[in-house]
């Protein structure tokens, strides 16, 4: 961005539509299992998501742009969590909660668990924790915006 | 009248009854009219038997006993009719285990889909051979070993 | 003339708690016949549990009932020892007690809170998380795990009370007494929540008994069953507290049930934290390099009082490191399925306060 004269910022389209995006997201419910609580967590007022633009947690794909996949994804529950991904309007994001979400977490040895929903949905962001507090989901959605901002941590 | 083959106590200090599968209904009417309820139904596969266990509480006395039947094919006769809580029991058993429940109106699966192949609690279930589970546009599920069909 | 509806709710909707699906039959707005689908949520944790040894299988039970881990590890571990016979020490028992009893409020503030939400209040949804949040940094303190915590152990706990942690509960428990009025005073003023609650969700106590229902239901329909009383474990039998009932047998009387057990959990860790005995919070014969060592043999069924019934666990040893068998009988499961029978012929809207007011924990229902 550069500041011209009379304080007026010029900018390209692209980063002003890439900056309004990142501080308005409206994550979907996709509470799971364990996670979910922690997620409801972060929706609460100790740690409060509002502040970074979230806290509309909205109930349907339609009017949603990230989806958090808050617990562990059972293969009967895969099917069903991929379709609600195709029902989201672009521009989407994902972000995996969880190790269960991850790589399965304390059930890789078992039967029914998808050994990381990354083979289901393709996950922008990995917040690792069992489950990860309110506040490692915070810096996740934070990270989120920062990706959507092409901006690199420094 | 039923047969009690042997009564024990376990460590908890329950009381164990062992009996036939034939004499189970009997029994089970006989401590119903005891006012006795169903807790839980287990089944515990032992290679070349699976024992069946219920656990059967009474309110009032509040006196736990544990009933133990072993079974060689498979099948037991159900208690649905005696205690509404078996319904959803006997459907997980049969699901995990594949016991048979002779006289349920309605066993299918219950936590796994309907198509799945083999029964997981069993000791010779492959854990190796994964399965997976897709979902059709009417909401039917198809289980294979294809990783391809899955979701 | 009527008109038939099928409706499907879930598996991800907010009104579930949980991942369940019903598919309800509706005549015009009268739900006719609800088919309950569940198994969305199935993680094996009994298969799991056969694979691993004794002592580590708490984290698997801490995930049963995720929002309620101390009752379940409690419920586990009184199994274990039961079949392997170690003895803990007083101390440990004590903390155990304190422990499930801050994690059944911990559980409650989220089951009253989505009850609100369910309803249309988002108020005493912040004021309970509030709650939840302050018993939760008291866990961290102690085990330092937020939610599911792994804090007990074989033969104790994982690490003992110090003074900060003491101070920190009994700060709680001093501000939590005039905030649970607080809150419930936000429930109650308000006249839609009688109207949604009052009348709706009917369960008689006799189909109470026959589904096997237990814990806050069966109490709410008039039956005082519940096993710290009437089989005590830990101490239970040593601190002073009533087991509310209520004879209206609808959701209002569930709500009112929950709410004084939340205030009989604060007078038994008040009794605790005057009783809780100095000396050793661990049974050295369980000490860590002994752990995996431990066999058991033979059958236990031991049960608890978790926040929603009775929570059975059945072990089947066969004389090795590891269980033969690992079953939990789990209250929701059961309470789960008696929703059919309570919602029918009512109203579709009384159908989702019952869903909330059954309070069923997905973890637990699939395990």
Same mark, same amino acid.
């Given at each position: 961005?550069?500041?011209?004269?009379?304080?007026?910022?010029?900018?390209?389209?692209?980063?002003?539509?890439?900056?309004?995006?990142?501080?308005?997201?409206?994550?979907?419910?996709?509470?799971?299992?364990?996670?979910?609580?922690?997620?409801?967590?972060?929706?609460?007022?100790?740690?409060?998501?509002?502040?970074?633009?979230?806290?509309?947690?909205?109930?349907?794909?339609?009017?949603?742009?990230?989806?958090?996949?808050?617990?562990?994804?059972?293969?009967?529950?895969?099917?069903?969590?991929?379709?609600?991904?195709?029902?989201?309007?672009?521009?989407?994001?994902?972000?995996?909660?969880?190790?269960?979400?991850?790589?399965?977490?304390?059930?890789?040895?078992?039967?029914?668990?998808?050994?990381?929903?990354?083979?289901?949905?393709?996950?922008?962001?990995?917040?690792?924790?069992?489950?990860?507090?309110?506040?490692?989901?915070?810096?996740?959605?934070?990270?989120?915006?920062?990706?959507?901002?092409?901006?690199?941590?420094? | 009248?039923?047969?009690?083959?042997?009564?024990?106590?376990?460590?908890?200090?329950?009381?164990?009854? /062992?009996? $036939? &599968?034939? #004499?189970? %209904?009997?029994?089970?009417?006989?401590?119903? =009219?005891? +006012?006795?309820?169903?807790?839980?139904?287990?089944?515990?596969?032992?290679?070349?038997?699976?024992?069946?266990?219920?656990?059967?509480? /009474?309110? $009032? &006395?509040? #006196?736990? %006993?544990?009933?133990?039947?072993?079974?060689? =094919?498979? +099948?037991?006769?159900?208690?649905?009719?005696?205690?509404?809580?078996?319904?959803?029991?006997?459907?997980?058993?049969?699901?995990?285990?594949?016991?048979?429940?002779?006289?349920?109106?309605?066993?299918?699966?219950?936590?796994?889909?309907?198509?799945?192949?083999?029964?997981?609690?069993?000791?010779?279930?492959?854990?190796?051979?994964?399965?997976?589970?897709?979902?059709?546009?009417?909401?039917?599920?198809?289980?294979?070993?294809?990783?391809?069909?899955?979701? | 003339?009527?008109?038939?509806?099928?409706?499907?709710?879930?598996?991800?909707?907010?009104?579930?708690?949980?991942?369940?699906?019903?598919?309800?039959?509706?005549?015009?707005?009268?739900?006719?016949?609800?088919?309950?689908?569940?198994?969305?949520?199935?993680?094996?944790?009994?298969?799991?549990?056969?694979?691993?040894?004794?002592?580590?299988?708490?984290?698997?039970?801490?995930?049963?009932?995720?929002?309620?881990?101390?009752?379940?590890?409690?419920?586990?571990?009184?199994?274990?020892?039961?079949?392997?016979?170690?003895?803990?020490?007083?101390?440990?028992?004590?903390?155990?007690?304190?422990?499930?009893?801050?994690?059944?409020?911990?559980?409650?503030?989220?089951?009253?809170?989505?009850?609100?939400?369910?309803?249309?209040?988002?108020?005493?949804?912040?004021?309970?998380?509030?709650?939840?949040?302050?018993?939760?940094?008291?866990?961290?303190?102690?085990?330092?795990?937020?939610?599911?915590?792994?804090?007990?152990?074989?033969?104790?706990?994982?690490?003992?009370?110090?003074?900060?942690?003491?101070?920190?509960?009994?700060?709680?428990?001093?501000?939590?007494?005039?905030?649970?009025?607080?809150?419930?005073?936000?429930?109650?003023?308000?006249?839609?929540?009688?109207?949604?609650?009052?009348?709706?969700?009917?369960?008689?106590?006799?189909?109470?008994?026959?589904?096997?229902?237990?814990?806050?239901?069966?109490?709410?329909?008039?039956?005082?069953?519940?096993?710290?009383?009437?089989?005590?474990?830990?101490?239970?039998?040593?601190?002073?507290?009533?087991?509310?009932?209520?004879?209206?047998?609808?959701?209002?009387?569930?709500?009112?049930?929950?709410?004084?057990?939340?205030?009989?959990?604060?007078?038994?860790?008040?009794?605790?934290?005057?009783?809780?005995?100095?000396?050793?919070?661990?049974?050295?014969?369980?000490?860590?390099?002994?752990?995996?060592?431990?066999?058991?043999?033979?059958?236990?069924?031991?049960?608890?009082?978790?926040?929603?019934?009775?929570?059975?666990?059945?072990?089947?040893?066969?004389?090795?490191?590891?269980?033969?068998?690992?079953?939990?009988?789990?209250?929701?499961?059961?309470?789960?399925?008696?929703?059919?029978?309570?919602?029918?012929?009512?109203?579709?809207?009384?159908?989702?306060?019952?869903?909330?007011?059954?309070?069923?924990?997905?973890?637990?229902?699939?395990?």
């Amino acid at each position: 961005m550069k500041t011209g004269d009379m304080g007026v910022k010029t900018t390209t389209l692209e980063k002003a539509l890439e900056w309004g995006r990142s501080n308005s997201l409206w994550p979907l419910t996709m509470g799971l299992a364990c996670c979910a609580i922690e997620m409801m967590a972060t929706q609460a007022a100790d740690v409060d998501v509002a502040r970074f633009g979230s806290e509309i947690f909205r109930n349907s794909p339609r009017q949603s742009d990230l989806m958090i996949v808050a617990g562990t994804t059972t293969k009967r529950m895969a099917p069903r969590l991929k379709r609600i991904y195709e029902e989201m309007p672009y521009p989407k994001y994902v972000i995996a909660m969880g190790v269960c979400v991850i790589q399965g977490g304390p059930y890789v040895d078992g039967y029914s668990v998808v050994l990381g929903v990354d083979k289901v949905v393709p996950v922008d962001v990995y917040v690792p924790g069992c489950p990860p507090s309110p506040q490692a989901l915070t810096y996740g959605l934070i990270t989120l915006q920062k990706k959507i901002r092409n901006e690199t941590d420094r | 009248m039923y047969k009690i083959i042997s009564e024990e106590t376990d460590k908890s200090g329950m009381k164990v009854l /062992n009996i $036939d &599968k034939s #004499d189970l %209904i009997e029994l089970m009417e006989d401590y119903k =009219d005891r +006012k006795y309820f169903l807790s839980s139904i287990t089944g515990v596969d032992m290679k070349d038997h699976i024992d069946v266990i219920y656990h059967l509480h /009474n309110f $009032d &006395k509040n #006196d736990y %006993i544990c009933v133990k039947v072993s079974t060689t =094919d498979e +099948k037991v006769p159900s208690i649905t009719k005696l205690w509404k809580a078996a319904i959803v029991d006997e459907r997980e058993q049969y699901d995990l285990m594949g016991i048979t429940f002779e006289g349920h109106d309605n066993l299918r699966r219950i936590l796994l889909p309907d198509d799945w192949v083999g029964h997981p609690l069993r000791k010779d279930y492959d854990l190796n051979k994964v399965q997976y589970v897709s979902v059709d546009r009417d909401g039917n599920e198809h289980v294979s070993f294809d990783d391809k069909e899955g979701w | 003339m009527s008109h038939w509806i099928e409706l499907n709710i879930g598996p991800v909707h907010p009104a579930t708690h949980g991942i369940y699906r019903f598919r309800v039959k509706l005549n015009e707005e009268t739900v006719e016949d609800v088919d309950i689908t569940i198994g969305y949520l199935h993680r094996n944790a009994e298969k799991i549990c056969e694979l691993n040894y004794f002592v580590n299988n708490t984290i698997y039970f801490d995930r049963m009932d995720y929002i309620d881990a101390m009752n379940m590890e409690v419920g586990y571990l009184r199994a274990v020892e039961t079949l392997i016979d170690m003895e803990v020490p007083e101390r440990a028992q004590w903390i155990r007690m304190i422990m499930a009893e801050l994690s059944r409020i911990a559980a409650r503030m989220v089951g009253i809170g989505a009850l609100g939400l369910d309803v249309g209040m988002l108020t005493p949804f912040f004021h309970t998380f509030h709650e939840r949040e302050k018993i939760q940094k008291i866990f961290v303190e102690a085990s330092g795990g937020r939610q599911e915590v792994n804090y007990m152990s074989i033969g104790g706990v994982y690490q003992d009370f110090n003074d900060k942690i003491i101070e920190e509960i009994k700060e709680f428990i001093a501000g939590f007494k005039g905030k649970l009025e607080e809150m419930v005073k936000m429930f109650t003023d308000s006249e839609i929540f009688w109207q949604r609650n009052v009348g709706t969700g009917v369960l008689e106590p006799d189909i109470a008994l026959d589904y096997g229902v237990t814990g806050p239901m069966l109490r709410a329909s008039g039956i005082p069953y519940d096993v710290r009383k009437d089989s005590p474990y830990l101490f239970y039998d040593k601190v002073n507290f009533d087991v509310p009932i209520a004879r209206t047998k609808d959701n209002m009387g569930r709500f009112l049930v929950k709410v004084e057990e939340l205030r009989q959990s604060v007078r038994i860790i008040e009794q605790c934290l005057a009783k809780l005995p100095e000396g050793p919070y661990f049974n050295p014969k369980a000490k860590k390099s002994a752990m995996l060592l431990l066999k058991g043999q033979g059958d236990v069924f031991t049960r608890v009082e978790s926040e929603s019934g009775e929570f059975g666990v059945f072990i089947r040893g066969d004389g090795g490191v590891k269980p033969y068998r690992v079953h939990a009988r789990s209250p929701s499961f059961k309470n789960l399925a008696v929703v059919p029978i309570m919602t029918k012929g009512s109203l579709i809207a009384d159908l989702i306060i019952t869903i909330a007011s059954v309070d069923a924990v997905a973890g637990e229902v699939d395990r």
